[in-house]
Nanobody, 125 residues
C-alpha cells in the first residue's frame, strides 16, 4: 500500500520560512518524479514544484520560483519543500504527489498517481 505523509506545516508570519517533508512508503520512491501542489479555499489545486528521480532536474511555478526549493533524499524516501519569504497568499493545504509515466505535463495534477493527505500552511500578515 502506497503512502505519502506530509509534515512540517503550521502557522508562520509574513516573511517567515517553513520546510515541508513528505515521507513515502510502498513504492519504489527513487524511480518516481515527485511534485508539490497546494490548494487554497475556493481555488483550484496549483502546481508548485517537481523533482526528477535523480534530483538533477527541478521545476518551479513562477509564483514560487526563487522562494521555494525542492529536494529529495532517496535513501530516506523523502521529498522536501523549503519555503522562504512566505506571504499570506501562500496560505493553503500543501500536498506531495508521485508522478507516473504519463504524457501530462509536470504541472498537471492528472499526471500524479499517488497523493498525500496534505498539510496546512497558514501565513499571517
Amino acid at each position: 500500500q502506497v503512502q505519502l505523509v506530509e509534515s512540517g506545516g503550521g502557522l508562520v508570519q509574513d516573511g517567515g520560512s517553513l520546510r515541508l517533508s513528505c515521507a513515502a512508503s510502498g513504492l519504489a520512491f527513487s524511480t518516481y518524479t515527485m511534485g508539490w501542489f497546494r490548494q487554497a479555499p475556493g481555488k483550484e489545486r496549483e502546481f508548485l514544484s517537481a523533482i526528477r528521480w535523480g534530483a538533477d532536474n527541478t521545476y518551479y511555478a513562477d509564483s514560487v520560483k526563487g522562494r521555494f526549493t525542492i529536494s529529495r533524499d532517496n535513501a530516506k524516501n523523502t521529498v522536501y519543500l523549503q519555503m522562504s519569504s512566505l506571504k499570506p497568499e501562500d496560505t493553503a493545504v500543501y500536498y506531495c504527489a508521485a508522478r507516473y509515466i504519463t504524457a501530462y505535463a509536470l504541472s498537471n495534477s492528472n499526471g500524479y498517481k499517488y497523493w498525500g493527505q496534505g498539510t496546512q500552511v497558514t501565513v499571517s500578515s
